[in-house]
Each structure stands twice: as structure tokens, then as C-alpha cells.
């Protein structure tokens, strides 16, 4: 009991099994189908219609068991493909997955090197400024309908959005963490007569590393956010594609499957990048 | 001229203009009664006849061929020389497609079924394509997707190639529309708290969703609610929703109702969020709504591509239209990989006996179906719509911009071939809420309406 008490990560995540369980019972008896009006309908028109609104009710959310039951069927079988607009889970996440990592690896070539230049010089940095504030807030999506027109190629496009909307957090961060290198350092290094193409890789980047990768994490986060969007507009294939298909089909079960999915993937991919930035943060 | 009238061999009534040998009035029930109603045999009668026409160029020879020896030893003597199988089987696949893998987009709607079920029901596979049908997210999408060439060829809304070919909404590129995909098949739906509103009058402040802004729905839904004297800018609010939202939207109480295509009225009726308040038909019985459209610059650099796409699609087109194959349709369109309903939806809107929403079970078996004939006047109604609304600012010449873009004369050439009867391009009448519209004044109608925009 004393071990117990003094576990701080068993007790959190029991409490966090407690929260559970809380949501499921009130989702329970939230969506209990209810009696309806109860009006006698014609059979004939009852068979025509789903089970809620024979009874004169409007068809009700999911319960947690329906829900459950879902789930088990995408995950019993991710990966199969009946036709080209059918697709199992799996292969949707995968296709999204490869659209944020191309677009989010893309961003990330043009945002770090950038990015040094910007921090190393005060004088692009004030240029440049107000051309990053400006697009930095501009909404992803906003850049579809412009992406389309000119790129003429709705799989670039979504890349090109996933791009533009990763590569800020990683060009501000990079340009901040460069230009925050400890003066002492880059004056050790002159004093050392060290070159200034060592200089960039032996003391600036190690020290900027921590900074650069905080801004990736938050793009991958941000990238990923916005896959869902682009591909629920632009449609064809990926998770936001499925979300879609199934709001087309009113499939609340289906689209919670994804929501779970959709969340979980985040969450792998916020983790894996904060792995990578453990390594490469140093005591001061 | 001068045959004598007293001879019962002779034909004395005019001739029919098509050139046979019969009365105009007797033309449509020769026709009717000489035409095999199987496909696969009207297309053999089609390569027969021209394979003795080869065989034999003066047709009396054939004749008096055929007379002394009998149809069936003539057909075996051509045979061992000339493989008929052989001839039927290469008309049947025309000339080679330049591109044989396509793309044709669609949006998820019953309006689509003769695109979507041409794919599982082997209609492209028929005449050597392989065609990949792609779900599309909406028609602005479509749209874009098109222009930039993603899609071969695309389910579109019958006013969309007008716009697109007009500039109007986008950059102007040269649409073609050679075969509309379905008549009828819309409703107007509205929420089921408003069950006793029917009455248009009703209905200010209201409201209510269309799929687009060149849309037969839009020119529709003002057109009724003019009608019954509500500006449509004015009393009412109508704003553009892609039709799977429909639903989502009329069950979260965004919006009032919606002029919008099947299956998302009877989805709502399924659901228990709506009612079908009337079905267009009851405005105009035969209206156009979506259609089968393809870019200018496609068909004429892939022409035999064009028309075995097209082949493909009147036919489908033609088996959708009939009745006794609307069930089968429904089971083959309802799958995730197309319309991803339940089959029970797609076959009340298809076989139109459904459930109304309000526990009445109604039987209307027109209430959706399938006419691939682009009639021109239906363009001409669609731009004195534009008009009417401000949406074409320029005046344009309603016959040419139509001719140009509606391909009647595409299709019927294409029906001929493939031994099917084209109806009279210049027969079409339309009365849209009992009042006639005639092509040749579109003008006149435009200024006969007092809501109006132009």
C-alpha cells in the first residue's frame, strides 16, 4: 500500500483508467436508445427506413459497444484494397503518413538551411521578418484553392500545403536558435582561428540543434493536423479521405475509429521527435 | 409522283423523311417492331448490314440473292468466306483507344449511376478500357481536377460545361457535354420540424442548400420559390453545400432544407431528419440534371478513346433506364467504393417506391431516370437561367454557345452506330411549372419573369 502510494505513475494512470471507464459509462447511457414517440408505423414504410426513424425518432449516436465492434473490424483487417475508393484503414493512414513525411521532409530542407542564414545575419533577419510574420497565421488550407489553380495536380498539391504550413515553426526556431548561440562560444571559436564552415557545423549547430528541433516537433504536429483537412477536400485516398467518405455514408462509428486512429498516430509521431531531440539536448 | 393511285403496292401517303419506304406517321412503330431489343444483336444487325453492303454493292443483287438462296444458306455462304464473328467483334471494340487507362471522376450521387455502375458492371471493359472511377469530394473540386486534366473525363452538373466553356466561374476552356446522365432524380427536402410549412409562402428567412451555383438545383429551387413570390436573394438564403454535407447540415439545424440529389433526400428520410417535401419532377418532368462531360481538347486528341467512353456510357445509360434492372443497379452501386449507402436507400430512389419521411410510403417510378439525349433547348433553358439570375453578364448567342457544348449531334450519330433509334433533336418541348419556355425567345422568357435579376 505504501508502494502504491508513493508510485506516482501508478496512481496517475489508474486515475486515467478511472476518467476512462467515467467516459465510456456516460457515453453508455448517453446514447441509450431512447422509446421514441412510439407511434404506430406502417410496416411497409418501417422496412423502407433505418430502425430510429421507424419508431419516429432521429437515428442516435453510437454506443461504446458499436463503437468497440468497429474498431476490431478495421484493425482485424487494415490492409485491404476492393477498388480504388475503398481502402482498408491501414493503407489510408500509410498514405497520409507518406504525404506529411514528404512534405514535412521537403520543409524541413528548405527551413534549416534558411533558417542558419537568417539567424546568422541580423540584416536578412529584420528583411525577411515581415514576409514570416505575415504568411505564419495564414491557415493551410486557405493555400489549397491557390495550390490547385497553379499546381494543376491535387497529390502535389496537398504536399505543397503540408509544406508550407511545416515550414515556419522550423524556419523561425532554426533562424532563433542560430542567432541565440552563446557569444562566448563563436568568440572561443575565433580565438581558435576556426573556419567559419566549422564553425557552422561544430559549434552553431550543435548549439541551435535543441532549439531546430522543438520547431520540428511542433511542424509534424501542425503537418499532421492538416493532412486530415487537405485530404478531406481534395479526396482520392488517405485518413482524411476516409473521414469524409464516411460522413458521405452518416457513419458516426466509422469516423470515431478514424478520430482514435488519427490520434494515436499524432502521438507516435510527437513522441518519435522527442526522442530525437533528447539526443541532442546537452547540459548547459 | 406519277404512280398510279390505284395500284395497292404503291405509296401514296408522304414518305417518311428518313428516307424508308413508309409513311412519317408508320416511322416510330417500324422502327420499333425492326430494331432487336438486345444490344449485343442490335450491334450484329448493325456489322451485317454492312458487310453486305460490301458483298453486295447494287442492292437489288442482294436481294435476289437472298430471294433464291434463303437468309440462312446466304448468311452460312458469306461466312465461309467472310467471318461475320470476327467483323461484329472488331466493331464492337471500334478502332483501338489511344489511351486505354482513364480517370473518370464522379461525385457520390445516384445522378452518377450510369458513370459509377458502368465500372462494376463491365460497361468500360466492354469497349477495351480500363477505367478507373474516382470518388470526388465536391464540384468545385470536380471542377478544378478537370481543368488541371487529373480526370479524363467527369460526372459534372449539366450547367457546369456551359459555365466552364463561357468563362463564367473559372477561365474559359472548351467543354463538351455529350451525354446527360440522368432526368428527374432531385427533391426538395426539409426538416422535419417544418412538417407543416409545405406552403412556400411559408418559407421567408429560411434557410436552404443547393450543391453549386451552376446548378439545375439553383435554377430550380429559385425558380419555385419565385413562383410563389419570395425573392430568392432576398427572402430567402441559399447557399452552395457539397451534397454529402446535406444531411450533416439539415440534422445540426445549419439549414432549413435543400434542393439536392438523391440519395440524400431519401438519407434524410432514412435518418430521420427530414422530409421530401416534392420531388422536381412535379416542377419539371423531364428536367436534365448531371452530366457525362469530357474536355474539347480530349476528344479531339483521343477521338477513338472519346467514343468508346462515350459508347460505354449510353449504353450503361440505356440499361439504367430500365426498369426491371434498377435493383440489380442498387446492389452494384451501393458498396463502399461508390455511393457507400445502404442498398435499401439507393433502391427506393431507383425503383421509386420510398418512404416520404412523414410515414406515407409513396410509388412514382419515374421519379429518377436515365436519358443520355443532350437536347440543346435544355442549354438554351439553362442560360435564360443564368441570366435570369446575373450570373452571365454578356449577352451570348443561346443557340450557338449551346450547340457547342450540348453534342446532340455527337450523340445521335454515336446512337445510330450503335443501332439504337435517336429521337428528333428539334422535338423537345419543356414546361417547368406548367409554363412553357420556348427556345427560340429565350430573351422574351428571361423578361416575362417578374423576380429577376438581369
Known sequence: ?284 | MFQDPFDAKSLLARRCPCGGAHAAADHDRLVAQAVPSAEEERWNRVVDAAVLRAVFPVDAQRRLFLKTVGAATAMAAISSVLPLGAAREAFAQGGAPEKKDLKVGFIPITCATPIIMAHPMGFYAKQGLNVEVVKTAGWAVIRDKSLAKEYDAAHMLSPMPLAISLGVGSNPVPWAMPAIENINGQAITLAIKHKDKRDPKDWKGFRFAVPFDYSMHNYLLRYYVAEHGLDPDKDISIRSVPPPEMVANLRADNIDGYLGPDPFNQRAVYDGIGFIHLLTKELWDGHPCCAFTVSKEFATQNPNSYRALLKAIIDATTFASKAENRKEIAKAIAPQNYLNQPETVLEQILTGTYADGLGGVKRDANRIDFDPFPWNQFAIWILSQMKRWGQLKADVDYAKVAADVFLATDTASMMKEMGLVPPDPSKKTIVVMGKPFDPAKPDDYVASFAIKRS
Not at chain 1, 35 to 44: F, K, R, Y
Request: a positive charge; proline letters at 6%; glycine letters at 10%.
Open chain 1, 1 to 284: 500500500m505504501a508502494a502504491f502510494r508513493n508510485s506516482l505513475g501508478l496512481r496517475s494512470a489508474l486515475l486515467s483508467l478511472l476518467i476512462f471507464a467515467g467516459i465510456v459509462v456516460f457515453w453508455q447511457i448517453a446514447t441509450q436508445p431512447t422509446a421514441g414517440t412510439g407511434a404506430a408505423v406502417d410496416p411497409e414504410y418501417a422496412k423502407l427506413v433505418g430502425a430510429a426513424a421507424a419508431t419516429g425518432s432521429k437515428s442516435a449516436m453510437p454506443t461504446p459497444a458499436d463503437i468497440g465492434a468497429t474498431i476490431f473490424k478495421h484493425l482485424s483487417d487494415p490492409f485491404y484494397v476492393r477498388g480504388s475508393n475503398d481502402k482498408g484503414i491501414g493503407v489510408q493512414l500509410a498514405y497520409s503518413l507518406g504525404r506529411v513525411l514528404l512534405g514535412f521532409g521537403l520543409a524541413a530542407l528548405v527551413a534549416v538551411p534558411l533558417g542558419f542564414l537568417i539567424g546568422m545575419s541580423p540584416l536578412v533577419y529584420r528583411a525577411l521578418d515581415p514576409f514570416i510574420q505575415i504568411l505564419k497565421p495564414v491557415s493551410p488550407l486557405a493555400w489549397m484553392p491557390l495550390a490547385l489553380y497553379t499546381i494543376k495536380d491535387s497529390a502535389i498539391s496537398s504536399i505543397f500545403v503540408i509544406f508550407i504550413c511545416s515550414v515556419w515553426p522550423m524556419l523561425i526556431n532554426t533562424a532563433f536558435g542560430v542567432a541565440s548561440v552563446r557569444r562566448e562560444w563563436l568568440n572561443v571559436a575565433r580565438t581558435l582561428e576556426v573556419g567559419p564552415l566549422r564553425t557552422a557545423f561544430k559549434v552553431i549547430l550543435p548549439a541551435a540543434a535543441p532549439t531546430i528541433m522543438t520547431g520540428m516537433r511542433i511542424s509534424i504536429g501542425i503537418a499532421w493536423l492538416v493532412i486530415v483537412a487537405a485530404e478531406m477536400l481534395v479526396g482520392g485516398t488517405g485518413i482524411g479521405y476516409f473521414v469524409w467518405n464516411e460522413w458521405n455514408n452518416l457513419s458516426i462509428a466509422n469516423i470515431v475509429t478514424a478520430i482514435l486512429l488519427i490520434g494515436l498516430v499524432g502521438l507516435l509521431l510527437d513522441q518519435g521527435l522527442a526522442r530525437l531531440t533528447r539526443l541532442v539536448t546537452y547540459p548547459e
